[in-house]
């Protein structure tokens, strides 16, 4: 294999020294000339209709440049079931919905101002779970709907009851998971102002710039072409910013009538109310297999609390499907996904996107069949792995495939047997969990595609202008060495250009671990293109063909040892009679299909990534905490552009996914978040956190960028599942409702004691 | 006496009175001096990543001479007035000579950043490990950095950064500022106290503000006679967070940093006396050697930030039914000393608590220091905190479990439980129960089962009642397993 000078290298991220000094600018520290800042009023009932606003009061507040209502924007509907209004008037849904909006020289007298905002209500009946909200005479939240059911995604393949007759041994569990936050470092941020034509400039924490450009456009009344869009340093967003919120339209209207820019910036508390969550899913998984350990089939039913307006994240289900039915082989499989209105919390995209959920109920139901049948967790799992170039039932076409690689080095590692624990009341236990997560984005939109430019300038310096977001992932680093890797320069000398909607191209967003993948793909096109012409060029300094040529270290060599640098083919190119720069341009959008509307079938990512990991626990069963001591990741993951960068996501994903499943939760009581805060509301700190080994599988995808698929999410989807399992082996005890805080440990431990 | 606060900032003076020196030093920093580095998150202490350095005079050597101390504070709760005669350093200024920092090099090379947002509050932890000159083990830097939260690197390579660095010589932050000037500076400054009056016009409301920061007990004393409502503000973890999430609008604040009186641990064959302004940190070295089990909940108490402004009177004044000194000190039959102009006198804790939050302790007193008789080496003591997480998490429910023997035989036995009621309860019933029993399973098992009927605990957003119930009886077996089973078998 070719030796890579920048692919494959531990290379720290292009943008770190800017972070380490304090220099990085996001969206919370810059301010624009006359800048005023803007907070919102949110409602003070889960249901009610509007009776009046009386914003006298706050307008009179010193400092208050002006309050805005529905009434300063024309009548608008946007979002995923275009059930949202910027600025409700008539009826407020759930506790977080948007009323006013005030702006006032300062962040504090904003908020002061909000508050004197008098608003008289006629409170509705309200509905606060899933089986209230489907009850005959429930009060309906969308008007214009017959129920509060939303959807019901459908899906089988094979037949069931003959998988069941079939089966030997058969398990069914319940399991519940809960509203979890995404609890970014910075907090939703923005900043909009207009020029003197009308036209909008934002400065925004998204994730989907152009998808924000459209929506916007349709929430605001005006035409996406006079916005644009600029995205400063974000400090974290994990699938928070992958739709549009009120708040993105509000700083708008907020900036148009006080015509001066205005911020609008979340505290904390607020992330936690008006943000979006991760949707709680009540699901019912019946699964089977055969005494020579096959499986036969899977049943899944489930419920999932939207809230009272419709995000992006209403699709999780068509996620969780994908495990269902392609996570193992499983010939017969029926799933079932209710979507359903409630006054709650509104629900989106977090970070695995219903992977972590399914994870969870799929990998328990694996374990308990394990059990029941004798087998070794692991082996059972080797035995029902999903093999590379198959297509699943569902016609997800599997092409590099480690699962069986992970699951075999989790075995070897499995040899070495826990050490049990010094005191009688302190039990250990080891589990596994795994996940299947799309590897090349997901088609989820029209177009999965992301555009690319690759320039070089006279000086020989290379830029990639690409449509993809830096989120903190390290995108911009590992683009930056596949495109250094392409033209043979130092990484150093590529700079990546993605924050601004006027000058990359279009990008569906940076979501579904997709970007290594399809911006990858879009910046090797491109660099590739660029290379041609300086081939091109250099050939005829050169006097050898172009296809004789390479790059080496800013040089292009002939096959006679000449060369030439790459500044001096650029300049040569350029400056001549007829001069052209070098520039390659590329928009790549993989070879998938959107699923059927009806089946569900269909293959949504050019490419499968898998992942297993082992959980090692400590259960003291007086107090029913528990201790993760290890934790062992191993992740298919193509190939690692940056294996420091590999590690940095599966460990960051390790501490998303072990809050999950031991400590994190937002508590809501009718509607209303009891815990908006970090003092209730527990991350896993860097005591919590347990040793973590990293096993890289690298299948080498055939269509990935030098073989590489997507690992953004996978480190965080299946912690919960191989803790929950980690723990039934230690204490003989299922969990099924994530936290398993010591409170529902013990209360378990009891509940087995009691026979 | 002074109008005005002096701070060094970067190296840099400035003089700050009226409303400035009213507001957190992250605001200070980020909005009137421009120093965005220093991120603001949460704004109460949970994420650090506000954290700077404050360097404060530390007691002179055998020379004579002083020098800064640097620690690690959260930025975000402490206010300018807690700060008087201190020098901040934020992630701007922390470089080697004109160079990138090494821990800063660090965690570029490990990439221990990745959205970054939390970085320089890691950087700045990771500084004043240095500058305490720590050594770096995992263990010490998964401690040391239980402060801040990160939501993007899983703190592994956080973790490897600080690893890495140990094996290089770091130069100490102080190299980059002319710290002779700065010290006397602060030497002519500390023997004065501050004052500052001043009043507060908006929207047709005017308010009168002031606070003070005396140089001795007894200028504090007095004023505290003299003025009605007086906030003393000890290390400011729990006050400053009520500010910021507008529970309290303090007018009148007295801040307790320059009372050297109260900053000792002195002890005598009778007593270990803790003072006032004893920090976290301070108390928890000291325990170290001489208090193992308070150690070892002071070592899961909260994070090094909070520990280095927090103090032991400020836990127990703010009277929290979950505040984790509690059942120790209710178990120890600690003392704490109230001082007013009238003089000084002592209250047993166990009388101290009347209510929730309802101290048995006038307004014009004030705590000056805690105390307890020393303990006999083979007394069991055990004091426990149950919460979801290791550190930095509030608990749901703690304990502290005291018992003397006499011919293996419980002679004493004293329990305390918090976050079971509106105060932390001693069990009377129970310890009956134990008198002149042997340590057994059974003694245990049945001590449980009646420390379950001596408490009425609620349910709120941490834990249910039941919960609570069951690990009342259930903390009396851990701790059997943990302490008994390994005594009897030494008998
Ligand atoms: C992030 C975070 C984590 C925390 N974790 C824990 C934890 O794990 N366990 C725990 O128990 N607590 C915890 N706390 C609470 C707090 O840190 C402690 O209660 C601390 O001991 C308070 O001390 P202080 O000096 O900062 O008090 P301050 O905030 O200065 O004062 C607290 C109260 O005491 C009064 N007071 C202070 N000193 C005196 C005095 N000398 N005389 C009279 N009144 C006085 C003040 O007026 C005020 O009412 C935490 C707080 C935060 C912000
Ligand atoms: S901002 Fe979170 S601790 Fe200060
Ligand atoms: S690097 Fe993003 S929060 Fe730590």
Redesign the pocket.
Known sequence: MKEFSAVGKRIPKTDAPDKVTGRATYGQDFKLPGMLHGAIRYSDHAHARILNIDTSKAEALEGVKCVVTADDVPETRFGFYKDNMPLKKDVVRSHRDEIAGVVAVNEMIARQAVKLIKIEYEILPAVFNVADAMAENAPLIQPNRDSNHLITNTYNHGDVEQGEAESDVVVEVTCKLPYVNHASMETCVIVAKFDHSQNLTLWSTTQIPFLLQKDLGAALGMSPKNIRILQPTIGGAFGRELDIYPYHPIAAIMAKKAQVPVRLCFSREEEFRAGPQRQPVEVTIRAGAKNNGDLTFRDVSMTLDVGAYVSWGSTTPMVMMETTASFYRVPHVRFKADCVYTNNLITGAMRGYGNPQSSFYVESAMDMLAEKLGMDPIQFRIQNANQPNTITEQGLKITSCGLEDCLKALAERAETKLEPAAQPHLKRGRGVGGTLNVGGGARIYRSDGCGATVKVDDFGHVSLITGSTEIGQGSETVLAQMVAEILSVPVDDVRVINSDTDVKMWDVGVHASRTTFIAGNAACLAAKEALGQIFETASELLGASPDSLKAENGQIIAPDGKSVSLSKVVRSRHFRSGGQMVFGQAFYDPPTELVDKDSYHGNISPAYGFGMQMADVEVDTETGQVRVLKLICAKDIGRAINPMAVEGQIEGGAQMGLGYALSEEVVIKEGKVMNPNF?DYRLFTSADMPEIENIMIESNDPEGPFGAKGIGEMGSSCVAAAVTNAIYDAVGVRLTQPPMTPERVLAALDTKAAG | MRDYLLIYVNGRRYQVSGAQGFQSLSDFLRYDLGLVGTKVVCA???CGSCTVLVGRIGLPNSEGDSKLNYQSI?SC?QYLYQLDCAHIITVEALKNKEQIHPIQQAMVDAMGSQCGYCTPGFVMSLAAMQEKEEVMTRKSVQDGLT?NLCRCTGYEQIIDAALNLDAKPVPSVTENFDEKTILSDFAVYLTQAVFCEFEENWNGVARKLKYFVPVSLAEAVSFQQKNDNV????????????INKERIEPDCIMS?VHLSE?KSIFVDEQFVTVG??V??SELGKFCQKNLPQLAEIIA????P???N????????????P?????PFLYVIEAEVELTSPDGVRWLEINQFYQGYKKLA?NPD????SIRWQMQDPDDLLKLY?V?KRK?????TFTAGIYIKMNNNKIQISRLAYGGVGPVVLRLPETEQFLYNKALTLETFLQAGKIAREEIQPISDVRSSADYRLQLAENILMKFYYECCKHQVKKA
């Open positions: 003092v | 109460e202490g949970d959260n709760i402060g906030t003393v503000v000890a290390g400011g973890t729990d006050i400053s967070v009520q307790l109260l006032a302004r920090s976290w899961i108490f909260a994070s930030q909070i520990k402004c927090g103090t032991l009177a400020g836990n127990i004044a703010n009277a929290s979950i505040a984790d000194s509690l302790m007193e004030l705590i000056t905190k919460s550190d930095l998490d509030i608990s």
